[in-house]
């Protein structure tokens, strides 16, 4: 018999357990006792199910496409039974009545629903230092973040406490953690995957998806959890697709745009040098070079700042102290109700972001700010479907620099909203976006992972996947483990 290897892909584990080298339960317990090691020094988890796991890893059917694979869930994502706090205070209480539809998909596909993983409250921030449990470290470094907001789900994978993971992508929160720790990131195109059962943050930009340790992982996840559903009015109806077909096709003839936008002054030397490698290596494996522009880059921070705040003013009103959830003690009428109970419950991330929000959309100030940053939205939108006719796939930096030190940034949020500038747009304009280690730069005297982010068109999530998995093979970066004491 096998035993549970930490770093193994999902891949790799389902030949296991389908040869029977190795039971779901082995499975389930071996992770356990990983988690138990290592994740008191990382802090990616806020809590485990480890005996309803064990229940249904014992009646796994192994034939299905996840049979008896553990993937750990976003506290932002519904899990029957299970509290979705969204690590925040003011869901303290509160139990998921019902399974998100990615997850009922995944349980439908065999999977395990199995630990939920730390995040920035409500999904804001790009640190996972918003949590209202504890921050999430990065395993390269226990000294510095994770990324956000899907830190804890990005340390898991990449300390070997998961095998796969699920978060949310609003502005890059899959990706940039997916970067800053040295695993694969994919952010679905917007419709791709049901939000039903995701916490709501931004609702024109959130979608979810999978972090995984090789792009091929990304696929098979994707596989179980796309398609329409009725809850969601946002899911579109697409033809049925299998995204690990193209797979190990090469990559001849493929045109990789190079955006000049993306590749500025400033960014981390690390950062750059491995990228730049990165395109090198993309066009020694048959893909052609173009360099193109994204002219209406400048205004995507200051868009996305504008629409996801708005809406968040708006997602966030149902957080009230009536309904679910927190309630203050000190509450002498309604109104006192609504204000002490947000006041305690929110921190302080969340209540910035919905001053900023409730103050775009106010009166007199909604054309000014709100119409407008719609407007260059499209702009930004059609600048990407502008490139996608001559290139396809779009190549750049994840992040323009590596993992910084824990509380670096938390005092200055705007230098905190920048470490997002280079992931910001693909939410903007819908498409899917995809991170993979690319290399590592020295910052401080260590080195840390630096991701490639590669982008595709709407709905060509297929096209990236081939083109992150030839680049994958043909590189060492995603067999590189994190050397810190314990790990």
């Known amino acids: 018999m096998s035993t549970f290897t930490p770093f193994q892909s999902i891949a790799a584990t389902r030949r296991l357990l389908r040869s029977k080298e190795l039971s779901p339960i082995e499975l389930i317990e071996g992770l356990e006792a990983r988690i138990a090691s290592v994740d008191p020094a990382i802090g990616a988890y806020i809590e485990r199910n480890l005996e309803t796991a064990k229940k249904e890893a014992a009646h796994a059917d192994l034939s299905k496409p996840l049979g008896g694979i553990p993937i750990g869930i976003k506290d932002a994502i519904s899990v029957k039974g299970q509290p ?33 993983m730390n995040m920035d409250e409500f999904a804001m921030g790009s640190s996972t230092e918003n949590s209202a449990f504890h921050p999430t470290h990065n395993p390269w470094d226990l000294n510095r973040i ?106 001849k003839g493929l045109r990789i745009g190079v955006p000049k936008e993306y590749f500025v002054d400033g960014m981390e030397p690390g950062v750059r040098s491995s990228v730049d490698a990165a395109i090198k290596q993309l066009v020694s494996l048959g893909a052609e070079p173009v360099e193109i522009s994204l002219p209406h880059t400048e205004y995507a921070v200051a868009v996305y700042y504008i629409i996801a705040t708005a809406e968040a003013s708006a997602n966030l009103a149902r957080f009230d102290g009536v309904r679910y959830g927190r309630r203050s003690p000190e509450a002498k009428d309604l109104l006192s109700l609504y204000e002490k109970t947000r006041a305690e419950g929110f921190g302080r991330e969340v209540k910035r972001r919905i001053i900023l929000g409730t103050y775009v959309l106010s009166s007199g100030y909604y054309d000014a700010y709100y119409l407008r940053a719609q407007k260059v939205r499209t702009l930004i939108r059609r600048d990407f479907d502008q490139a996608f006719t001559k290139v396809d796939a779009i190549v750049s930096p994840t992040s323009p620099e590596t993992a910084f030190r824990l509380g670096e940034k938390t005092d200055d949020p705007l230098k905190m909203y920048l470490a997002d500038i280079f992931t910001i747009a693909t939410n903007l304009a819908g498409i899917c976006g995809l991170s993979l280690p690319c290399g590592f730069s020295n910052r401080d005297g260590v080195d840390l992972p630096v991701g490639l982010q590669l982008l595709g068109r709407p709905f060509g999530e297929s096209r990236l996947l081939r083109i992150g998995h030839a680049y994958e093979q043909s590189t060492e970066w995603h067999k590189r483990r994190p050397g810190q004491p314990g790990l």
């Open 84 to 116: 979705c706090q969204s690590a925040s205070r003011i869901l303290d209480g509160y139990t998921a009545p019902y399974d998100a539809t990615a997850v009922a998909r995944l349980r439908a596909s065999g999977a395990i629903p199995f630990g939920r």
């Open 146 to 251: 994770p990324g956000g907001s899907s830190g804890g789900s990005a340390a898991a994978v990449a300390a070997g406490t998961a095998l796969a993971t699920l978060g949310s992508d609003t502005g890059g929160s899959i990706r940039q953690p997916a970067a800053l720790c040295g695993c694969v990131g994919l952010k679905p195109t917007y419709g791709r995957v049901s939000r039903y059962g995701l916490v709501a943050f931004a609702s024109s930009l959130d979608q979810i998806g999978p972090l995984t340790s090789t792009v091929e992982d990304s696929g098979i996840i994707l596989n179980a959890m796309a398609g329409k559903d009725p809850h969601d009015s946002t899911s579109l109806e697409l033809p049925d697709e299998d995204f690990t077909a193209e797979i190990g096709r090469d990559l």
